[in-house]
């Protein structure tokens, strides 16, 4: 999946000065194998899930890869998103180091961060194209997880330096894209568990239990208040980017629920939005615009400069909501989107 708004320059990702040190993680990999974990090290020490006995550990992924390891991987480094879902089962202290965007300008946590203390993981890349795979090498890592949008596609891990990185460790990738979004979030609970968490903790049971409830709330709110189009879109400079309901794993789930989410008529490469000139911007009737919130991407005061916008029946209505394409894929990261989905559509009115 390309970043929805703007193509991002990829940037350098480690100093010529620290080529050595890099030469020589990879060279304890061997050829095509992975580096010595605390996994390996620690095989027969570790506790497995659902209280099976310490051994191999396994974890087949969506690309039907099976990533191995000598026993549970006791350090894990992820897209931070992923990291925070993750941490969202119990598995903050495995988080070693993250990846993707983490923190802002002024040092608090980036949205997408969740409830991850991104004080306590070393942050390898804060923007599209950065991986620090020196700093990767030094954490040890026992596994990389992170999002599959296209196929065989690591999210977040430059293609420049991919074939560097996955050799020092086993990879994970989970499907976020042209599956619901429900699916997503089992898979994720699925291989949390392989890792150790328990998924019938307390904090666990009561974030699924809001999330199912959550759930209900949109199906009520489309039912009292029928046939609002909603349409999610992510403004850039030049375009304005409508999303594909068919493949954005967040719409999926919400047509599933009864949303009626506007789909586009000429998807790009991919499928995954329709790209319209701000001068087309009103191609699509909508009642409620489900906005990009990402830093990346255009906010309403940004937007405001261009006039198609406040033109937008929507906007002009203000029945514009915050929408976040890259979710948190747990129950607790997905509840909130659903409860902020339900409210705005049980408080939008129909356009026309």
Known sequence: MRNLNTTMSRRGLFAAGG???LTLALAACGSGGSAPSSAGRSAGASQGAAGESAGAWSFTDDRKETATA???PARVVAFTGT??????????????????ETKRADGSPEPQ??????????????VWGEFNIEKY????????????????ALWYVPDESKDKIVKLAPTVAVSAARVPMTETIERYAALAETLGADLKAPAVAQAKARFEAAADSVRKAVAENPGIRVLAASGSPDVLYVSNPKVNT??????????????PE???????????SWENAGKYDADLILLDNRPTALQPKDLEAKPAWP????????QVAAWDPVPRFSYAGAAPILENLATAIRNAKKLG
């Open 19 to 21: 080529a050595a040190a």
């Open 70 to 72: 000598a026993g549970v």
């Open 83 to 100: 990291a925070a879902a993750l941490a969202d089962y119990g598995l903050q202290d495995k988080l070693v180091g993250v990846f993707g």
């Open 113 to 126: 961060a969740g409830d991850l203390d991104v004080d306590k993981v070393t942050i390898l890349g804060n």
């Open 137 to 152: 090498a030094a954490l040890r890592p026992d596994l990389l997880v992170t999002h599959m949008y296209d196929p065989g």
């Open 250 to 263: 967040d719409l999926m789930y919400f047509a599933e629920l009864g949303v009626e989410i506007v789909q």
């Open 266 to 276: 000429k998807p790009g490469d991919g499928g995954y939005y329709e790209n319209l």
């Open 311 to 318: 033109k937008l029946p929507a906007v002009k209505a203000g």
